[in-house]
């Protein structure tokens, strides 16, 4: 069965950096592209940065420049580097493959950036 555990998350004050970790019970080679994702209280998830098999990344417009998506294939970790974060970037932060997999979401890692 395909676990990931998030962490790294925390309360931390505008303009400050976190950096999220994901670790995988598989090797995330197998699973080729991964995905970070969110959900903000009230909203529904949504996509943050996508990491393909051979390192190719995209992101969703609001991030772009302040977060940078990596991974480790040897670790089955993958990584969100948060720079520069901004109240609205507040939410629990997921990570599952891109597409994502219903089974596969674990409990996320809450961010919390707040004066």
């Known amino acids: 069965q395909v676990q990931f555990v998030e962490s790294g998350g925390g309360l931390v004050q505008p303009g400050g950096s976190l950096r999220l970790s994901c670790a995988a019970s598989?090797?995330?080679?197998?699973?080729?592209?991964m995905g970070w994702y969110r959900q903000a209280p009230g909203k529904q998830r949504e996509l943050v940065a996508t990491?393909?098999?051979?390192?190719?990344?995209n992101y969703v417009d609001s991030v772009k420049g302040r977060f940078t998506i990596s991974r480790d294939n040897a670790k089955n970790t993958v990584y969100l580097q948060m720079n520069s974060l901004k109240p609205e970037d507040t939410a629990v932060y997921y990570c599952?493959?891109?597409?994502?997999?219903?089974?596969?979401w674990g409990q996320g890692t809450q961010v919390t950036v707040s004066s």
């Open positions: 598989i090797s995330i080679f197998r699973l080729n592209a």
């Open positions: 990491i393909s098999g051979s390192g190719t990344t």
């Open positions: 599952n493959r891109h597409p994502p997999t219903t089974i596969y």
